[in-house]
């Protein structure tokens, strides 16, 4: 019998809350954390909004000295992680090297330290070569994101970073949870960071027009999943990172246990580079493969936390993916998209989506899909509009799909 992976930290930087109180408070009672842009001007751009956080203090987990060395990606998740570290009882201080050679890093990104990049070829553009970091090469690359966690606390396992587009998290702790059931290491710390809201970026999906444009006086408004009249999604950013460790370990250390990781999937339709295929075939796939691996059938599910990014193709498919999977007990269960609150952070999202759900598991609550004024035909399930609502939930599903014709899917159990 395969070990039993369970998840007893919770560490987050969201565009609606910093901290995991603060999340759960946001989350549950459906506030918006979309905002006008504030960290470049963007009167010159068609996009104005984005799930920034302005508030988050970057030299309160990077010295100053070296911030001008590294992503914002890097105090982001060194945020989240210290938080998830702190909540799950560790204390990595005090362990041996030995213990600290059975605890790995793998994160999940999508665009990584895009934005590094993008500032230091500004710089050399413009002239200002000596203002270009010494470490634009090392510090623009994605591989170092998860060595910064390693160094920070000493960590000597894996310390790897999964980029896979809009799953990239999902997959991140996916692979976590099957590097723990097949005995490599004990413990994992997991989860996904991204800050890809930099002019460039809004410029090339604006491009693509993948980015709504008819809400910038309204940001608060602008993430719309499932509604009729949404036309594409919000850039976000933000980190969500947990502890993974064997069952059996966090019952000997007495940790708190949020919830189980009991099945996981991935499927590709090998159909485009951006776009979806018409055919809810391989993310309805997905879904199925990961309930055989939990062993559930789907009407042990109780509630199902979606992609939902806000654009007519992606939320039209992916309803019709779930009620391919999950059949007619499909309609009977609440599900909803937290995009319409923090709006789209990328290869993190998937992270971002199991944090919303262990809160709803927790606390015995569904968290609401917002913006949702005009229910699309095709959008037909239990989306939980506005409102959040009381459910026992005790399998859950967060379900991911992204550029790359990428699915995936977790399976939760809420443990005793």
Same mark, same amino acid.
């Given at each position: =019998? ?7 930290? =919770? ?21 918006? $954390? ?7 001007? +963007? ?44 909540? &799950?009882?560790?204390?990595? @201080?005090? =362990?041996?090297v030995e ?10 990104? #999508? #665009? ?13 553009? %413009? ?22 966690? +390693? =160094? ?17 998290s999902t /997959? @991140? *702790? ?16 997991? #989860? ?8 460039g970026i809004?410029? #090339? ?33 933000? +980190?969500?990172?947990?502890? *993974? ?16 990781? &009991? ?15 018409? %055919?809810?075939? !391989? ?24 992609? $939902? ?8 498919? !992916? ?25 789209? @952070?990328?290869? @993190? ?23 949702? /004024?005009?229910?699309?035909? /095709?959008?037909?399930? /239990? ?21 790359? &014709? ?11």
């Open positions: =019998m395969l070990p039993r992976v369970v998840i007893t930290g =919770m560490g987050v930087v969201s565009p609606n809350g910093i901290g995991k109180e603060a999340f759960c408070r946001s989350v549950l009672a459906g506030k918006s $954390g979309v905002k006008r842009l504030s960290r470049f001007d +963007s009167s010159h751009l068609l996009v104005h909004i984005g799930g920034e956080i302005p508030e988050f203090d970057e030299l309160a987990w990077v010295d100053a000295r070296e911030r001008k060395h590294v992503s914002r990606v890097v105090p982001l998740c060194l945020a989240a992680t210290t938080e998830a570290v702190t909540d &799950s009882g560790l204390d990595f @201080a005090s =362990m041996s213990e600290k050679r059975e605890i790995g890093i793998i994160l999940g990104t #999508g #665009g990584g330290a895009q934005e590094f990049s993008e500032q230091m070829y500004r710089l050399w553009h %413009s002239g200002k070569e000596k203002q270009v970091s010494l470490f634009c090469i090392p510090s623009g690359t994605m591989g170092t994101i998860p060595s910064e966690i +390693s =160094m920070r606390f000493g960590l000597r396992g894996y310390s790897h970073v999964v980029t896979a587009g809009c799953t990239s /997959d @991140a *702790l996916g692979y976590a949870y099957q590097h723990i059931q097949a005995g490599v290491q004990p413990m994992f710390v997991a #989860g996904g960071v991204d800050s890809p809201i930099t002019e809004v410029k #090339g999906y604006t491009m693509i027009r993948a980015l709504t444009q008819s809400w910038n006086d309204q940001p608060e408004r602008a993430s719309r999943p499932f509604s009729a009249d949404r036309d594409g999604f919000v850039l976000a950013e933000g +980190s969500w990172m947990f502890v *993974l460790e064997d069952y059996d370990h966090a019952l000997a250390r007495g940790a708190k246990i949020y919830a189980e990781i &009991s099945g996981y999937a991935s499927t590709c339709e090998a159909f485009h580079r951006v776009r979806m295929s018409d %055919s809810p075939e !391989e993310p309805a796939r997905a879904i199925t493969l990961a309930l055989e691996e939990a062993q559930l059938a789907p009407q042990d599910i109780q509630y199902v936390s979606l992609h $939902g990014t806000s654009t007519e193709m992606n939320d039209r498919v !992916e309803s019709r993916a779930v009620k391919l999977a999950l059949g007619n007990h499909a309609y009977k269960i609440p599900m909803s998209g937290l995009k319409s609150q923090i709006g789209h @952070a990328q290869g @993190a999202c998937g992270a971002a989506s199991v944090a919303a759900t262990l809160i709803a598991m927790e606390h015995g609550q569904v968290p609401p899909t917002i913006n949702l /004024d005009q229910p699309d035909p /095709d959008c037909d399930l /239990d989306y939980v509009p506005d409102i959040g609502r009381k459910a026992a939930i005790e399998h859950a599903i967060c379900n991911c799909v992204g550029f790359g &014709s990428k699915n995936s899917a977790l399976v939760l159990r809420k443990t005793a």
